[in-house]
């Protein structure tokens, strides 16, 4: 069983004098102060007082040892081991829990399959199965991705199309499967284009357009067209970016949806930054930022959720990057990182990697805080499975790599070479 470090509980306790979270959050203040800014959650200080982390990594002893002058030692830590002997030493507690959250949402996926035999008549039941397998999808992509989730949607994907042309149902039924079904291929092309496959995510958004026409369910011809957005912003067709999000702009206004309006207006304003209108794109950040402040409503989508104030940040971080604000950038997507404290996993790694990138693609790069931003984003794997993210640790060793020679980089390159699959 891990010791507890009381002498660093008794810090924070006595000398802080702060909760949990508020020397989490002060430490990230900190850090931020130093220029060598950390990731320091709730959790991250539990795990220290707990035992469970016998030492933080170098990051986290530089910002301690500024502020209080001690060693780890001092501060009750066990001086680390080896990285690669850390690295083998993973509990196996700790493997168990991510294979169950991948089981899990296996499981509840393929909840949505049919049973086989002769055409019956469908109800709630299997409208219900489909609803639940894209909520599924959401948010077990939104900690984790995986290729894995994607074959899951595509499996329950094809049992939906299986109901409609084979099942009996009245036709108010039938619009409600149709637009399930749709939310369900929008769901699915997300997962697609994660992994890279454009062509797949584009053809499952138009799926979904179908059967919004067929459900007569504006909400839905929204998403897609709004999703047709973002796929543009990853194929290099920027003006198309512009007018899908316009045309989903459109379509919502009348549904009372102010957050869902703030992230189409940001999905124009990236639109505007690719093509490097800078007056349009900060028109249209404005425009987002104007909506976003007026609050949730009862028309929020469910998958809307993952549209936090973190994430406001980190969209528009990209459109800093976009227009070569680079500095702006790395701010904004530290920002990002930090509001997003212990949820959205994934995002969180992927805007940590962002930072990585933003300093190095400075006009005079920062490799010292490239480097540190590098090694933190190495810290999401394995529990993060996307196949996005992949792409941008290798982004990332592509960026850096001219800059070998650094103590920072090169650290770097090596932990890299090690961890990530064909590096």
């Not at 995986?146 to 036709?171: C, F, I, K």
């Not at 939310?183 to 284009?193: C, D, E, I, P």
Request: aromatic share 6%.
């Amino acid at each position: 069983m891990a010791e507890p470090n009381t002498t660093f509980r008794r810090l924070r306790e006595e000398e802080w004098t702060m909760s949990r979270r508020e020397a989490a959050e002060f430490l990230v203040k900190k850090s931020i102060e130093y220029r060598d800014p950390v990731q320091c959650v709730t959790r991250t200080i539990a795990t220290w007082e707990d035992g469970t982390t016998a030492c933080p990594s170098p990051p986290y002893q530089r910002l301690l040892h500024k502020i209080t002058g001690r060693t780890v030692t001092e501060l009750g830590f066990t001086p680390p081991t080896p990285r690669t002997a850390r690295r083998t030493t993973e509990s196996e507690g700790d493997m168990r829990r991510r294979t169950m959250i991948l089981g899990t949402g296996a499981a509840l996926l393929t909840a949505a399959h049919p049973a086989r035999g002769n055409a019956a008549a469908l109800d709630g039941d299997q409208l219900q199965q489909l609803q639940h397998a894209e909520r599924t999808i959401y948010a077990q992509d939104r900690d984790h991705g995986s290729a894995e989730l994607g074959r899951q949607a595509a499996a329950a994907l094809n049992t939906a199309y299986g109901w409609l042309r084979q099942g009996s149902y009245t036709e108010p039924m039938g619009r409600r499967l149709h637009s399930a079904t749709g939310n369900l291929s929008v769901a699915a092309g997300w997962l697609a284009l994660d992994s890279g496959r454009t062509h797949d995510a584009r053809s499952l958004y138009t799926e979904a357009l179908a059967n919004a026409r067929q459900a007569d369910d504006p909400g839905l011809e929204a998403h897609a067209f709004a999703c047709l957005s973002l796929l543009a912003h990853s194929t290099g067709r920027p003006r198309e970016a512009v007018t899908t999000a316009q045309v989903a702009q459109r379509l919502v206004a009348p549904l009372g949806s102010p957050r869902w309006l703030s992230l189409l207006a940001m999905r124009e304003a990236r639109g505007w930054a690719l093509q490097g209108d800078r007056a349009l794109t900060e028109q249209a950040i404005v425009h987002a930022h104007n909506q976003y402040a007026q609050g949730p409503r009862d028309a929020d989508p469910d998958w809307l959720g993952f549209y936090v104030p973190a994430e406001l940040a980190g969209l528009e971080s990209l459109c800093r990057a976009d227009l070569g604000q680079h500095e702006r950038a790395s701010a904004g997507a530290e920002q990002a990182v930090m509001l997003f404290a212990d949820g959205h996993l994934r995002n969180r790694a992927l805007y940590t990697a962002d930072i990585a990138l933003h300093h190095a693609r400075k006009s005079n790069p920062d490799l010292d805080a490239a480097g540190d931003a590098a090694h933190r984003t190495l810290a999401y794997l394995p529990e993060v499975r996307s196949e996005r993210f992949l792409r941008s640790l290798r982004d990332i060793a592509g960026t850096l790599q001219p800059h070998h020679r650094t103590r920072a980089v090169a650290d770097y390159l090596d932990a890299y070479r090690a961890l990530v699959p064909a590096a």
